[in-house]
Nanobody
Framework: QVRLVESGGGLVQTGDSLRLSCATSGRTDPYYAMAWFRQPPGKQRREFVAAVSANGVNTYSARSVKGRFSISATSGKDTVDLQMNSLKPEDTAVYYC?????????????????????WGQGTQVTVSS
């Protein structure tokens, strides 16, 4: 069973930076596409933040975070990080790491929550104004 554990959340001020990490374990398949989603307070649905392809080459970010957030994967994809710069109060949310088993198209990324089979428990990010 694949296990994802997020870390790095916290309380920061507007304009600050944070780096979230997602550690993976129990991987049995060779390729996983990874992504970060977030769930703002009071919202029921998780929204897409950023994704990286299974081969670690291609990334894609939501328009709301483009130019401020970046996703990266370590060799072997044991850890996936989300670097968040110029944080805004509207970035306040619980941030979740997600993984999708990939059998083909290792260069593709996925930005729909339903595409992902595995999820972490989430880490809280709060940005004060």
């Amino acid at each position: 069973q694949v296990r994802l554990v997020e870390s790095g959340g916290g309380l920061v001020q507007t304009g600050d930076s944070l780096r979230l990490s997602c550690a993976t374990s129990g991987r049995t398949d060779p390729y996983y596409a990874m992504a970060w989603f977030r769930q703002p307070p009071g919202k029921q649905r998780r929204e897409f933040v950023a994704a990286v392809s299974a081969n670690g080459v291609n990334t894609y970010s939501a328009r709301s975070v483009k130019g401020r957030f970046s996703i990266s994967a370590t060799s072997g994809k044991d850890t996936v990080d989300l670097q968040m710069n110029s944080l805004k109060p509207e970035d306040t949310a619980v941030y979740y790491c997600a993984a999708k088993v990939i059998n083909y198209y290792v260069g593709s990324y996925y930005y729909t929550a339903d595409d992902y089979e595995y999820w972490g428990q989430g880490t809280q990010v709060t940005v004060s104004s």
